[in-house]
């Protein structure tokens, strides 16, 4: 089956600066990337997700890349703000499998 | 906008108790899940359901069933519970077929004595 691993477990940040946070995974027939943000007491969103016809997609301060070669892909937070504090979930899955897999989560502190 | 309601926030039970965690979504999505959520090891797949009366085992089914009688509605079940069984429950919900963007409820925190 299908194996995430995520790094770093926990990441501090000044604000304003970036956050790169890495995953890998294990099925080479994985094709959907999503990542979700949960912050405390909170469900976790949906914050952005690829496919794997695209190698990068962003949404004004995120973004995230893919490279299915190496079978890892990132989440990239650029001008980081105390708002972003947070648990990050990577995920992935394929379109024969309708379940997702996670990683172990990214705490994310900013610090103002 | 997507809802997913979980019947309870906090529970507490007693060993060997049977437990019924309640789920309900209002989006007519066909897959719902259960996922169990611990310190340093994510989110982990109890069970899934793909239809009505359908279900599948995920990576961690041992110690507990579910149920879907109707579409909007997805129980987990844990037959006897158990200490080790203390953690966050999430439920979710997704469109038809895979690769689809999951939209979970506010989770229920279990502790069992």
């Known amino acids: 089956g299908e194996n995430v691993e995520q790094h770093p477990s926990t990441l501090s940040v000044q604000e304003g600066d970036s956050a790169v946070i890495k995953c890998t995974y294990s099925?080479?027939?994985?094709?959907?990337f999503p990542w979700y943000k949960q912050e405390l007491g909170k469900r976790p969103q949906l914050i952005i997700d690829?496919?794997?016809?695209?190698g990068e997609k962003k949404d004004q301060r995120i973004a995230v890349t893919l490279n299915k070669t190496a079978k890892h892909f990132s989440l990239h937070i650029t001008e980081t703000q105390p708002e972003d504090s947070a648990v990050y979930f990577c995920?992935?899955?394929?379109?024969?499998?309708?379940?997702?897999?996670f990683g172990s989560g990214t705490r994310l502190q900013v610090q103002p | 906008d997507v809802k997913v309601t979980q019947s309870s926030r906090y529970l507490v039970k007693r060993t060997g108790e049977k437990v019924f965690l309640e789920c309900v979504q209002d989006?007519?999505?066909?897959?719902m899940f259960w996922y169990r959520q611990d310190p340093g090891l994510g989110l982990r797949l109890i069970y899934f359901?793909?239809?009505?009366?359908?279900?599948e085992k995920g990576d961690i089914p041992e110690g507990y069933s579910v149920s879907r009688e109707k579409k909007e509605r997805f129980s987990l079940i844990l037959e006897s519970a158990s200490t080790n069984q203390t953690s966050m429950y999430l439920c979710?919900?997704?469109?038809?077929?895979?690769?689809?963007?999951?939209?979970f409820g506010d989770g229920t925190r279990l502790s069992i004595l």
């Open positions: 979710a919900s997704s469109n038809r077929g895979g690769n689809q963007p999951q939209h």
């Open positions: 690829i496919r794997s016809n695209v």
């Open positions: 995920a992935a899955s394929h379109t024969g499998r309708r379940a997702l897999t």
């Open positions: 099925d080479s027939a994985s094709n959907y």
């Open positions: 989006m007519d999505h066909e897959n």
């Open positions: 359901s793909y239809d009505v009366k359908m279900k």
